[in-house]
C-alpha cells in the first residue's frame, strides 16, 4: 500500500521600511570600514515625516501520492503561516523597512541613497561604550501596520537580544521581541480575487501570531571568488517583522498572503518600498510529513503534529516565495521517499531555479540565548494613541476594492485590483480625479452613468499603453487629470471620434501642452457631422460600386457584410466625420429597405 506524504509551508516574510534601494557604487572593503563609518545625524526631528503627532513531464512516485500535478503548480496538501503561511505547512516571516527616516535605536539617518557607510552611528558598529536608544518615531508606522492587521496591540513590550555570530552584526546580537512584541493575535483575510488557489475556495483566513520591531543588519556585497563587502548604514534600520501562523496550504496563496499584507502596510504608510526594492523581505519555513503517519514530533508557534521545517531565507518577490516553495517541497517528498531525514537547515533560493541550495545549518532557538536587552527600557503604549491611530487610519486595499466596484465607480475586479496596486497607489488617486472632473463636465444625472468605466479603460489601458511603449514610470503630470477629462469629454458627446481621442492622448504624452480645445480646432480634428443627404450619398456611391455584395446581402441575408460598407464610408469620408452607427443605419436602410 503506498505511503501518502503529508507536506506543510512554514514561511516568513519580513517587511522592511527604507525609502529607496542603494545605487551602484563602490563599496567600502571590510578592513577599511572603521575609517569611514561615524557620523552620526543632527537632530532627529528635522527628518522625521510623522503622518500624525498622535497616533508537461512525468510525475514522480512521491507526487502522485500527494496527488500532485507538476502542470498545476497548486495542486498539494500544504499548510502555510508565516512564521505560517502554507499548510502542507508553510509558515512565512515578513519583515519590511518602517517608514521613517533615522534608525530604530540610534539617531542615524535610514537613506537607502546614501553613500556606503556614511550614516552609521556608533553602537552600529558596537564601540565599547556605545548604547541603543529607542527611537520613539519609529513606532508610529509599526502601530498602523499592526492596528491594519487587526491585530492586538500590547501596553507593554519589551526588547531582546538574539545572540550569533556573523559578519553583518558587529555586536554578536540582534535586537528584536521574541519574548513580549508590541502586537499579538491579527490576521489577514484572502480572497479569491486576491490570487488563492482554487482548491482553497473564495476565502482563506491567515492567523498572525505577533508582530514586533527589530534591528536590522549589515548589507553584504560579495565579490567572487573570495571578497565580501559590507555596507553598515542599513544596520539598526527599523523592521517591522510579521509573524503569521502555519495555515496555508498552497503556494499560490502563500504568494497572495505576503502580497496583501504588503498592499496593507503600504496603505497605511507603514512602509516605503515594496518587495520590487527591498522594502520587505520573505523568509518561508516549509514541512512535509506523511499524511498517514502519526502526529510528528515537530511544533511551531505552539502548532504540533508538524514534520521537520527548512527555512528559505531572504526571497524578495512574490514568484519566488511561490517558486521556492514549490521546489523545497519537491525536495524534501524526495528525501522522504529515499528514506532519508530532512534536516534542520537554512536554505537559499535563487531566481529562475528549480532547486533550494543549503546555506547553512539552523540554529535552534536555546542556539540563540534569547534575554532581555538590559539597555532599553520596555516599551509603554497609551490606549489613547492607539484609538487614535485607528480612527485616522487610511482606507485599506479591501475596502477600496469594495468602493471601486461600487458606485459610482462600477468596475469590475479586474480593474479595480490594478488601479489600487499600481505605482504605490498613486494611479488610483489619478483615476479618482479624472472620474471628478468627468462628473462636474456633465449637465444631466443620465450623463453621469458609465463615467467610471469609461475613465478606467483610458486610464488602465490607453494611457497604460503609452507609458509600457514609452518605457517610463508613472507621472500624474505627463498626461494631467484635467486634460484627460476634457478629451473624454469630448468624445462622449460626439465632438470627436475614439481614433481622434487616441491620437490626441499620444499627443499630449508626448509634450504637446497647448489646452484640449485649441489643439482640435489648429489640427482640424473636431467631428463635423455630416448630413444625411451626404450620408445617402457616400452610401449610394458604395453601393453601386459593389452591385454582387450588395446582392449576396439582400438575397443571402449575409448582412454581416454591411460592416465592411461602414469601413469603406469612414475611409472614404472626410477624416473623424462619418459616424460608425450614422453610417449603418443608412447602409440597411438602402440595401434592406423594409425587409
Known sequence: MPRLWYSRYLASA????????????????????????????????????????????????????????????????????SEAILESVTSTHSDSHCAVLTSSITEARTSAIAEPNSNVALFDLAFPGSQPKFQTATLLPALRAAIALNCDV???????????????????????????????NGFVELYDYDGIAPEDGKKVRVDIKQVQLEQDTAKSHEHP????????NRVSHPLIEIITMPQIHSPATAAACVRKIQAILQATSAVTTGMELGGLRADVNVSVKRRDAPPAAGEYHGVRGLGQRTEIKNLSSFKAVEDAIIAERNRQIAVLESGGIVE???????IGSTETRKLRSKEGEVDYRYMPDPDLSPLFIDGELVSALRDSLPVLPAQLLTMLVGSPYGLTLEDAK???????????????DVVALLQA?????????????????????????????????????????????????KLIHKKITSPVAKQV????????????????EEDNLLLRPLSKD??????NSLIQENARMVAQIREKKQVGKIGWFVGQMMRQGEKGRVEAQRAEEVLRELILGAQ
Open 534 to 539: 451626404e450620408y445617402i450619398m457616400l452610401a
Open 225 to 232: 571568488p573570495s571578497t565580501h563587502f559590507l555596507d553598515f
Open 344 to 350: 534542520v537547515e537554512t536554505r537559499g533560493w535563487t
Open 505 to 520: 492622448l499620444a499627443m499630449v504624452f508626448e509634450g504637446d501642452q497647448r489646452p484640449i480645445q485649441q489643439l482640435l
Open 154 to 184: 500590547q501596553p507593554i513590550s519589551r526588547f531582546d537580544r538574539k545572540h550569533y555570530f556573523y559578519q553583518d552584526q558587529p555586536a554578536g546580537y540582534q535586537i528584536t521581541q521574541y519574548y513580549e512584541p508590541f502586537a499579538r
Open 441 to 489: 463636465l456633465q449637465s444631466s444625472e443620465e450623463g453621469q452613468k458609465g463615467l467610471g468605466r469609461l475613465a478606467a479603460n483610458w486610464v488602465l489601458h490607453e494611457l497604460g499603453a503609452l507609458l509600457t511603449k514609452a518605457d517610463v514610470a508613472w507621472h500624474a503630470d505627463l498626461v494631467p487629470a484635467q486634460t484627460l477629462a476634457e478629451l473624454i469629454d
Open 14 to 81: 519580513r517587511f522592511r521600511c527604507r525609502p529607496l534601494s542603494l545605487p551602484d557604487q563602490p563599496l567600502t572593503r571590510v578592513d577599511l570600514l572603521l575609517r569611514r563609518t561615524v557620523n552620526t545625524a543632527a537632530s532627529t526631528h528635522e527628518f522625521i515625516p510623522l503622518q500624525s503627532e498622535e497616533g508537461g513531464k512525468e510525475t514522480t512516485r512521491g507526487e502522485r501520492w500527494l496527488g500532485i500535478d507538476r502542470g498545476n503548480r497548486n495542486t498539494c496538501a500544504i499548510e502555510l503561516g
Open 418 to 432: 490594478p488601479l489600487i496596486e499600481l505605482d504605490d497607489g498613486a494611479r488610483l488617486e489619478y483615476y479618482q
